[in-house]
């Protein structure tokens, strides 16, 4: 049964991404409220750098991962040759979205890991084999239990910082009203970074305390509680959908 009918839910992705997440919400009958806390900033001396060093010593054949479709359009959207070059690698995407960004721009991923993560990325290896080389084109900050992973089993393996988040400059102050009237029912929150900026921009953590905090995994809640907040429900798996799905089993419980 669905219980997110009427409910206002609060979108914290880029606004780009909050669209397609928002489209989601209302699919399940709840109201999206958009607060953008993150943009992207494209990291173009590093891609115009990696890339033609990419294509001078990484071996044709080898591993090019893309672990989100921001990565794919990042570096897509700054070289001219993204289809021809990477036809002769082996690309690996981390997740539905980073597969259908690489086609879009006719790049057909060889395999994308089952679990969309670096540790699905790591037990993909573990039951295919490990490769002899990877290029991992990745945000600024991130996990690196996969670069650690490959360290342990002495794969060659370059790591390409193509962007970074950066907190928005989108006014909160509608949403910060919202938030004091209590007609917010729930924040979603994507990422550490989104987590920090959600907080930067409500500027006051017991009023960002106040809807339902719901987060991606296990790895967003420990910064989560490092910035204070209060989170009440942890996906059980990383996507929107099942963070929705958590919700919604909450809000049957907690009417």
Same mark, same amino acid.
């Given at each position: 049964?669905?219980?997110?009918?009427?409910?206002?839910?609060?979108?914290? @992705? $880029?606004?780009?991404?909050? +669209?397609? =997440? *928002?489209?989601?919400?209302? &699919?399940? #009958?709840?109201? !999206?409220?958009?607060? %953008?806390?993150?943009?992207?900033?494209?990291?173009?001396?590093?891609?115009?750098?990696?890339?033609?060093?990419?294509?001078?010593?990484?071996?044709?054949?080898?591993?090019?991962?893309?672990?989100?479709?921001?990565?794919?359009?990042?570096?897509?959207?700054?070289?001219?040759?993204?289809?021809?070059?990477?036809?002769?690698? @082996? $690309?690996?995407?981390?997740? +539905?979205? =980073? *597969?259908?960004?690489?086609? &879009?721009? #006719?790049?057909? !991923?060889?395999?994308? %890991?089952?679990?969309?993560?670096?540790?699905?990325?790591?037990?993909?290896?573990?039951?295919?084999?490990?490769?002899?080389?990877?290029?991992?084109?990745?945000?600024?900050?991130?996990?690196?239990?996969?670069?650690?992973?490959?360290?342990?089993?002495?794969?060659?393996?370059?790591?390409?910082?193509?962007?970074?988040?950066?907190?928005?400059?989108?006014?909160?102050?509608? =949403?910060?009203?919202?938030?004091?009237?209590?007609?917010?029912?729930?924040?979603?929150?994507?990422?550490?970074?989104?987590?920090?900026?959600?907080?930067?921009?409500?500027?006051?953590?017991?009023?960002?305390?106040?809807?339902?905090?719901?987060?991606?995994?296990?790895?967003?809640?420990?910064?989560?509680?490092?910035?204070?907040?209060?989170?009440?429900?942890?996906?059980?798996?990383?996507?929107?959908?099942?963070?929705?799905?958590?919700?919604?089993?909450?809000?049957?419980?907690?009417?």
């Amino acid at each position: 049964m669905n219980h997110l009918g009427g409910k206002h839910i609060l979108l914290t @992705r $880029t606004a780009k991404q909050n +669209k397609t =997440t *928002a489209e989601l919400v209302q &699919s399940l #009958g709840a109201i !999206p409220e958009l607060l %953008p806390c993150t943009s992207i900033e494209v990291l173009e001396d590093n891609i115009q750098r990696d890339w033609l060093a990419m294509q001078t010593n990484l071996p044709s054949g080898s591993d090019v991962i893309f672990s989100s479709r921001n990565g794919v359009e990042a570096v897509a959207h700054y070289v001219t040759d993204f289809e021809d070059v990477l036809s002769n690698y @082996r $690309t690996i995407a981390v997740g +539905k979205k =980073t *597969a259908a960004s690489l086609e &879009s721009f #006719g790049v057909k !991923p060889a395999w994308s %890991p089952h679990q969309a993560s670096q540790k699905g990325l790591i037990k993909a290896y573990e039951a295919r084999g490990l490769p002899e080389h990877v290029l991992f084109f990745r945000a600024e900050t991130g996990n690196d239990c996969l670069l650690n992973f490959l360290d342990k089993h002495g794969v060659r393996h370059q790591l390409s910082l193509v962007y970074r988040s950066v907190c928005s400059t989108d006014d909160a102050s509608e =949403t910060i009203l919202n938030i004091k009237n209590n007609t917010i029912d729930a924040v979603l929150l994507g990422s550490a970074r989104t987590a920090e900026f959600y907080v930067a921009k409500i500027g006051d953590l017991s009023l960002a305390n106040r809807p339902v905090v719901v987060v991606m995994s296990p790895q967003v809640r420990k910064a989560t509680d490092k910035l204070g907040l209060n989170v009440q429900i942890i996906a059980h798996k990383p996507s929107f959908r099942a963070m929705l799905e958590g919700l919604n089993r909450y809000f049957e419980h907690h009417k």
